[in-house]
């Protein structure tokens, strides 16, 4: 599966949207971006995936480039409760035991 | 509710001892996988299983054992092999392995080895 690169780190402030990048410039025709987050000593909560085209869902927003070598997760109104790590991934469909999630982005929402 | 129930939430176990943590599933998913965190760090695939009876050694089996005898349980059990079990432990589910990736997690169990 192709590697991804996340900023360490990002602060948003509570009601702004939250436009957190990711870069996977390796990523193949056939791998998906996932999206999910971690609040602190939880388990991972999925968020959003796509593969080409731009997704919107309840919770979030996946901007995907065209050549898809990067993408935006947007957090359209960021609150306190959405401060977590955030953890962008790619994957081939079928193949969900590689699910490999690196270190993330841990975006802290402040007042 | 539907969900993952992974137990106990935090355990505590002396060097040398085997321990067992618990995953139970209501969501009639048919893949179950274990994941171990280190602080600061992402997730690492310890085992996963696809389907009742069958599982597969994911990227740091090595001091781990499973069972899938029901579809509903994956008890992942810390054997005295590995060699720095203190860690964050995931059980997570998804519908099948061919799907589009959308996996549940249950809240994690804390091993610490005193």
């Known amino acids: 599966d192709a590697k991804t690169t996340q900023p360490p780190s990002m602060d948003c402030a509570e009601g702004r949207a939250a436009n957190l990048p990711c870069n996977h410039s390796?990523?193949?025709?056939?791998?998906?971006v996932y999206w999910y987050r971690q609040i602190h000593s939880q388990g991972p909560q999925y968020i959003i995936h796509?593969?080409?085209n731009n997704e919107t869902n309840e919770m979030a927003s996946l901007i995907i480039t065209e050549d898809r070598k990067s993408s935006t997760l947007i957090l359209p109104h960021a609150t306190l409760r959405d401060t977590a790590v955030y953890y962008c991934i790619v994957r081939v469909a079928g193949t969900a035991s590689k699910l490999t999630f690196g270190t993330g982005t841990r975006l802290q929402v402040t007042l | 509710d539907g969900g993952i129930t992974q137990s106990p939430k935090y355990l505590f176990r002396k060097e040398g001892q085997n321990v067992t943590l618990s995953c139970e599933q209501n969501l009639n998913h048919d893949a179950m996988y274990w994941y171990r965190q280190d602080p600061g760090q992402g997730l690492r695939l310890i085992y996963y299983s696809q389907i009742v009876n069958d599982f597969q050694k994911g990227d740091i089996a090595e001091g781990y054992s499973v069972s899938r005898e029901k579809k509903e349980s994956f008890p992942l059990t810390v054997t005295s092999a590995q060699k720095n079990p203190t860690a964050f432990y995931l059980c997570?589910?998804?519908?099948?392995?061919?799907?589009?990736?959308?996996?549940?997690f249950g809240e994690g169990s804390r091993l610490t080895v005193l």
């Open positions: 390796t990523i193949s025709g056939n791998e998906y």
């Open positions: 796509g593969l080409k």
């Open positions: 997570a589910s998804s519908i099948d392995r061919v799907n589009t990736g959308e996996l549940f």
